[in-house]
């Protein structure tokens, strides 16, 4: 029996094993999140998505269609053409399927909105974290000796911080509406 594994150590003996935990643990964490609608909802998104649910679909018009064309002897047509009833059901079953749909997707939309704000703050994290690595090469270099003048100018724009709201205002600018 060991003594308990640490984060850091774990993410030093396999980033990637360690990272795909994380991913994992989040996304378990954010399905055990979901409302009560939401689960149903999702349910029914997923079984309405289904090849099973077109092969009913398909079985259930061919037969609605026969019966109703008076094409099965001895069963008298209920919905005759053009099939009231059966368009009635079908509406319906389009509006609470179209609401189950905005219901996964508004879901799935704020998952994806988290996930952009972690990436961003890990983003502008690596970035911080990369100006302060060239700080202290450049202070190296420099205590060393070492010449680094064919850099030195691309190094001086790298050094400084990234403003994140001009380079926001300067993408505005640039993009497209």
Known sequence: MGHPIN???VATADPMAYNVEAIAKLEHKELHRRSQGEKVSDFFVSLMGSMPFLIFHVVWFAAWFTINLNAVPGITPFDPFPFGILTLIVSSEGVFLAIFILISQNRMARQSDK???LDL?????????MTMMLRMQRRLCEHLGVEVDTVKEEAKQLLKETD???LVNALEEKLPT
Do not use: T
Request: glycine share 0%; net charge negative; hydrophobic share 35%.
């Open 121 to 129: 703050q890990v983003n502008m994290l690596s970035e911080q974290e």
């Open 7 to 9: 984060a850091d150590e």
């Open 164 to 166: 994140v709201h001009r």
């Open 115 to 117: 996930r952009a704000h």
